[in-house]
């Protein structure tokens, strides 16, 4: 990126939940203009952006139309169901997909991902196998042994993800994978289960022309696959971050390109061992927009442009739990904001989905504590005062 950045720069947003909304304020607070693309109305982003777009991104088609409608100076993939190969395609044409077009098409499918990281990097993964059918699946799971986790090699937010006991319980994991799968494909990963003691996302900020970066660590507690709550800092030893950062930088310098990368680790006694990694904003990531002075959707926009960063700080003890739907709804308003708001550093993000169903998220709640504990009990308190109902 040059040093004579001018703006406004166009960006095509390709998904817009909740993360693509915080984007989209992030990228406006510097005069940009923004294109929200999802493939239903009213999608989050979409209400804060300066246009929206209605299609498949699974359509070679329809990513064609709006791209060749628009003209962005940047493609910002924010979901994993989407066409990448036609994003290579842009790429050539000298449009900036972010981080690259290689690097989304890696990371779009847990099965490259894995396989870039184990086996051409010769990072320390857990043990895993793929299959494409029940019979596969039976035969995967018996070779990596129980407990395991199976889930589909393309989702989101933890959508088809189940832990494993026992050989019985291996048909209802490849239906559940299959109903959360996302995409054209019917593949699933099944993963030895690794005995953590803690979960982590350390945000990786890649830049252009200066070194990659981290956020302090972030922890997370997951149910379904999908995180409930996250909490910064974490304590960890000094010599496991280091390895933990390590292993980040060497598969984020593999994948090129600039933004920033939620990577997944689970940390046990004396080990930091690779799970996943998202080429953009994480989940468990809401908790920077009170936890540091610069948020992880602000730090991935200067990430982007070039723009410089030139301090990362960290504000203390800081946690974030998510407010869940229970119901199926097209029509809801939220109770309990008055009372989950009268503590002292609370504050709430509601997305605006237009509808609800079981387990769907819906808000976050966010807090600040004397220590991490306080700050944890305080974000779920107020997740809970919060209640979705059917108007």
Same mark, same amino acid.
């Given at each position: 990126m040059s040093n004579s950045l001018k703006l406004p720069k166009k960006f095509l947003l390709l998904g817009s939940g909740e993360l693509g909304k915080e984007f989209v304020i992030a990228a406006q607070r510097l005069g940009n203009y923004v294109i929200a693309v999802?493939?239903?109305?009213?999608?989050?982003?979409?209400?804060?952006?300066?246009?929206?777009?209605?299609?498949?991104?699974?359509? %070679?088609?329809?990513?064609?139309?709006?791209?060749?409608?628009?003209?962005?100076?940047?493609?910002?993939?924010?979901?994993?169901?989407?066409r990448t190969e036609k994003l290579q395609e842009f790429e050539q044409r000298g449009i900036t997909v972010i981080p690259t077009a290689m690097a989304t098409n890696y990371t779009m499918n847990r099965d490259k991902?894995?396989?870039?990281?184990?086996?051409?990097?010769?990072?320390?993964?857990?043990?895993y196998a793929y299959a494409t059918s029940l019979d596969e699946l039976i035969k995967a799971s018996?070779?990596?042994?129980?407990?395991?986790?199976?889930?589909?090699?393309?989702?989101?937010?933890?959508?088809?993800?189940?832990?494993?006991? =026992?050989?019985?319980?291996?048909?209802?994991?490849?239906?559940?994978?299959?109903?959360?799968?996302?995409?054209?494909?019917?593949?699933?990963?099944?993963?030895? =289960?690794?005995?953590?003691?803690?979960?982590?996302?350390?945000?990786?900020?890649?830049q252009w022309n200066a070194a990659t970066i981290f956020c302090p660590a972030i922890g997370h507690r997951q149910e379904r696959g999908d995180y409930q709550e996250s909490w910064q800092p974490v304590e960890m030893s000094e010599k496991l971050i280091r390895e933990a950062e390590a292993i980040a930088r060497k598969v984020t310098d593999a994948l090129g390109g600039a933004g920033i990368f939620g990577v997944e680790f689970f940390v046990t006694k004396d080990e930091v061992i690779f799970s996943e990694l998202s080429p953009r904003p994480h989940d468990t990531g809401m908790v920077t927009l009170i936890s540091q002075n610069l948020n992880e959707f602000e730090l991935h926009l200067r990430a982007v442009l070039g723009l410089?960063?030139?301090?990362?700080?960290?504000?203390?003890?800081?946690?974030? %739990?998510?407010?869940?739907?229970?119901?199926?709804?097209?029509?809801?308003?939220?109770?309990?904001?008055?009372?989950?708001?009268?503590?002292?550093?609370?504050?709430?993000?509601?997305?605006?989905k237009p509808d609800s169903r079981p387990f769907r998220r819906m808000g976050v709640t966010l807090a600040k504590g004397s220590d991490i504990g306080e700050a944890r009990e305080k974000a779920n308190a107020a997740a809970s005062k919060i209640k979705i109902v059917r108007q």
């Open positions: 999802d493939r239903y109305a009213n999608a989050p982003a979409m209400q804060v952006a300066d246009c929206s777009e209605v299609i498949s991104m699974l359509s %070679a088609e329809d990513l064609e139309r709006v791209v060749s409608k628009h003209q962005p100076d940047f493609i910002i993939p924010e979901i994993e169901a989407i991902i894995r396989e870039l990281a184990h086996q051409q990097l010769g990072i320390r993964t857990a043990n018996a070779k990596v042994g129980f407990p395991n986790v199976v889930k589909p090699v393309m989702s989101s937010s933890g959508k088809g993800q189940s832990t494993v006991n =026992f050989q019985d319980e291996v048909e209802r994991a490849w239906n559940y994978a299959i109903e959360g799968s996302r995409g054209d494909t019917q593949k699933v990963i099944v993963e030895e =289960f690794i005995p953590f003691e803690l979960e982590i996302t350390l945000l990786t900020i890649k410089p960063i030139p301090n990362i700080e960290q504000l203390g003890a800081s946690a974030s %739990a998510v407010i869940l739907a229970e119901d199926y709804s097209d029509s809801i308003v939220f109770e309990g904001v008055t009372e989950a708001l009268s503590e002292p550093n609370v504050d709430i993000r509601l997305f605006g």
